[in-house]
């Protein structure tokens, strides 16, 4: 598998699109003025207690209080608020928690009103970004992630990612970040670990012990609901997630950001390098490699399939709702049932790329073509989830009810992506009416008298739709020569197939278009 990364970077952000075999699988949007990312830790300050929900709601400085469930608070919140208080009175001098005394976990089905009280500081991070009129999800079980690893601090629990399935690995890797993790921090093991030596993965623990203290040199003077450690870009989250040998190509259309990739690249994989690439052509970046007509082509309410079936794509504020058609692929009854087998399996594949693409999340329903075996069933079911190996974010999915309709819940913590891939018609301007065809004549000739009595503009050419042309020059005594001898001067008319039929334009005898 071929995978590329193409970056659109404009003073407003950047746009990434992920491609795999040259087919985008992955659209993300890098806001410039996007403060709420997640995985940024902001000093929180209690708002409001909600005993009913069992939450609380906290100024981030976000124009609506972000959300905080006492389940999101973390085992260890009563040592985060201890730190909290003995760093921002001066007690506590050190960076690390060599010298710190942790509290007793907190208890899994306790109550928020036990542990927080209005106007309290709590360092707290983004679980969610802001999502349509919702404020950010919140939590306070802090962790810093790296890229071969990930920093929990109040714990000294090594976890390892189930994907690694060697004992003998997980042995290994256990081994090596005892040897090199500080007390009272825990660490998560990722995945791109695997086969990694010492050196890699204690450079990088060392870089998310430096942003640890960071956070802590910065947590006495902060202001209450500011930032105290961002994530870093959504470019270099990508990068840092997802970046492996099968990548080819990076492509950047910002000398800027070019160095900033090719810099954190260097850092993060030196032999790796050299993917990255300037974009030096005249024409735009997403339009040279094709990635502008995937876009318009995967958006919209209804996605088609190669071999002729179509997807419709529904969205509600429950939930999405993805109905499978089979269009205009026909079979013989006999084949029907393989039929509907096929279709669905091409399907599969593409809502797979398509939940990945919009980055669809919460509750998906897809209504399949019905299919009577069991074992085409059963075959779909596991092609599905096979498809959805590729997708990083948490999801569940359950097998075909009666009905046929089968149901994923995937992770939510950014919006959905929602481009618009709808033109305004150049003709109505989206009202869906037009001005009556018979008055197009009277229109062009009230312009004429504008044009040629008031601005005294000689050699004029009107522009028009290859219809209009033929009408006005039909017959012998055409309207091309009313005109001239009603303004006493000829007027040419030319015809652009490009126009709508009610569409006009005048230009100038040096051939600039007359702005009416």
Not at 362 to 376: A, E, L, R, S, T
Request: aromatic share 8%; with cysteine; hydrophobic share 35%.
């Amino acid at each position: 598998m071929i995978k590329e990364l193409i970056i659109d970077s404009s003073p407003n952000g950047a746009t990434i699109a992920l491609l795999q075999d040259k087919q985008l699988v992955e659209l993300h949007k890098e806001q410039t003025s996007n403060n709420y990312t997640v995985g940024d830790i902001y000093l929180g300050r209690i708002k409001k207690i909600m005993p009913s929900l069992n939450a609380a709601f906290v100024d981030v400085g976000y124009e609506k209080d972000a959300f905080l469930h006492y389940l999101d608070l973390g085992p260890q919140v009563q040592s985060l608020l201890k730190l909290t208080k003995q760093v921002r009175s001066g007690g506590y001098q050190s960076k690390l928690l060599d010298g710190f005394k942790l509290e007793a976990d907190i208890n899994k089905g306790g109550k928020i009103s036990d542990l927080l009280t209005k106007g309290q500081l709590l360092p707290v991070q983004i679980a969610k970004e802001p999502i349509s009129t919702k404020g950010p999800r919140l939590s306070s079980d802090l962790s810093i992630a790296g890229r071969y690893v990930v920093l929990v601090p109040f714990s000294e629990a090594i976890s390892i990612s189930k994907k690694i399935k060697s004992n003998t690995e997980r042995n290994r890797l256990r081994k090596v970040v005892e040897s090199i993790k500080p007390k009272h921090f825990g660490v998560i093991i990722r995945t791109v670990s695997e086969g990694k030596g010492v050196e890699e993965l204690q450079k990088d623990l060392l870089d998310l012990i430096s942003k640890w203290e960071v956070f802590i040199t910065r947590l006495p003077s902060i202001e209450p609901s500011k930032k105290v450690l961002g994530e870093i870009g959504r470019t270099s989250t990508i990068l840092r997630d997802i970046l492996n040998p099968d990548f080819q190509h990076i492509y950047v259309n910002d000398n800027s950001m070019f160095e900033e990739i090719r810099s954190y690249i260097h850092e993060i994989s030196p032999d790796m390098e050299s993917i990255v690439r300037m974009h030096k052509h005249k024409e735009p970046i997403f339009e040279h490699f094709g990635v502008d007509k995937q876009i318009k082509g995967a958006f919209g309410k209804t996605v088609n399939l190669a071999g002729g079936a179509y997807l419709v794509i529904e969205h509600t504020e429950a939930l999405h709702v993805i109905d499978v058609n089979s269009g205009n692929r026909t079979a013989s009854k006999e084949n029907q049932e393989e039929n509907a087998y096929q279709v669905n399996k091409e399907a599969a594949k593409e809502i797979a790329r398509q939940l990945r693409l919009r980055d669809m999340g919460g509750i998906v329903v897809i209504d399949f073509i019905d299919m009577h075996k069991p074992q085409n069933r059963k075959e779909l079911f596991d092609h599905l989830r096979g498809e959805m190996l590729l997708d990083r974010a948490k999801h569940t999915i359950l097998p075909p009810s009666k009905f046929g309709l089968v149901q994923i819940t995937r992770q939510r913590v950014r919006p959905e992506m929602n481009i618009v891939t709808s033109e305004v018609c150049p003709t109505c301007n989206g009202t869906g009416t037009i001005r009556p065809t018979i008055l197009l004549m009277d229109d062009i000739e009230n312009n004429f008298n504008y044009i040629l009595d008031e601005q005294n503009e000689k050699g004029i050419t009107l522009c028009v739709h290859p219809y209009i042309e033929a009408f006005i020059k039909q017959g012998i005594y055409t309207r091309q020569m009313k005109w001239f001898l009603k303004y006493g001067q000829w007027i040419k008319v030319k015809s652009n197939p490009a126009y709508q039929i009610t569409e006009f334009h005048f230009f100038s005898s040096k051939d600039e278009e007359i702005k009416l």
